[in-house]
T-cell receptor, first 110, second 114 residues
Framework: KQEVTQIPAALSVPEGENLVLNCSFT??????LQWFRQDPGKGLTSLLL?????REQTSGRLNASLDKSSGRSTLYIAASQPGDSATYLC?????????FGAGTTVTVRA | EAGVVQSPRYKIIEKKQPVAFWCNPI?????LYWYLQNLGQGPELLIR????????DSQLPKDRFSAERLKGVDSTLKIQPAELGDSAVYLC????????????FGEGSRLTVL
């Protein structure tokens, strides 16, 4: 069974600092990995999708890397802003199932 | 383009009452998912549809939960009777395909069972 872990569970940084969020998974036989953002009381918003054949994806201030062999993905958010405060979840697709981590809750202090 | 639409956003019921949630996926998305999310946890899959066929319902508590996706578009998730432990957020998502498609979520339906 795929296990997805996100450490730390919570993170607080001052505005302007770069954010580094980690995601690890136990089974490297995945089709893709997706990063989501969730605001309190809201659904999940897709940020980046990395196919298993890719090493990274970029969108604006966001960059996500994927190392399938070591079972790791990292989401980088450059020059953080208070509006980046949210919970960030990663999810991997493998064996017809999408498995989620519990998320990292980020607070960006103004 | 409209996103995934869910209703109701909030529902408060007493235990043993029935409740139903509705989901309209993004147009053209063949794959539809229902997830359950408890506070502080990631979503957990309840059921996955490919068009109108439920291809993965192994995590659906079938004694009280049921779902349908008529005509392969809209879907309804029902709980009858509801229990206190069913209080959670029920999320609907859709994608073009299971393996490569990006997943898009609705706002969720928050259920409180008293």
């Amino acid at each position: 069974k795929q296990e997805v872990t996100q450490i730390p569970a919570a993170l607080s940084v001052p505005e302007g600092e770069n954010l580094v969020l980690n995601c690890s998974f136990t089974d490297s036989a995945i089709y893709n990995l997706q990063w989501f953002r969730q605001d309190p009381g809201k659904g999940l918003t897709s940020l980046l999708l990395i196919q298993s054949s890719q090493r990274e994806q970029t969108s604006g201030r966001l960059n996500a890397s994927l190392d399938k062999s070591s079972g790791r993905s990292t989401l980088y958010i450059a020059a953080s802003q208070p509006g980046d405060s949210a919970t960030y979840l990663c999810a991997v697709t493998g064996d017809y199932k999408l498995s989620f981590g519990a998320g990292t809750t980020v607070t960006v202090r103004a | 383009e409209a996103g995934v639409v869910q209703s109701p956003r909030y529902k408060i019921i007493e235990k043993k009452q029935p409740v139903a949630f509705w989901c309209n996926p993004i147009s053209g998305h063949n794959t539809l998912y229902w997830y359950l999310q408890n506070l502080g946890q990631g979503p957990e899959l309840l059921i996955r549809y490919e068009n109108e066929e439920a291809v993965d319902d192994s995590q659906l508590p079938k004694d009280r939960f049921s779902a349908e996706r008529l005509k392969g578009v809209d879907s309804t998730l029902k709980i009858q009777p509801a229990e206190l432990g069913d209080s959670a957020v029920y999320l609907c998502a859709s994608s073009l395909g299971t393996h490569t498609g990006e997943l898009f979520f609705g706002e969720g339906s928050r259920l409180t069972v008293l």
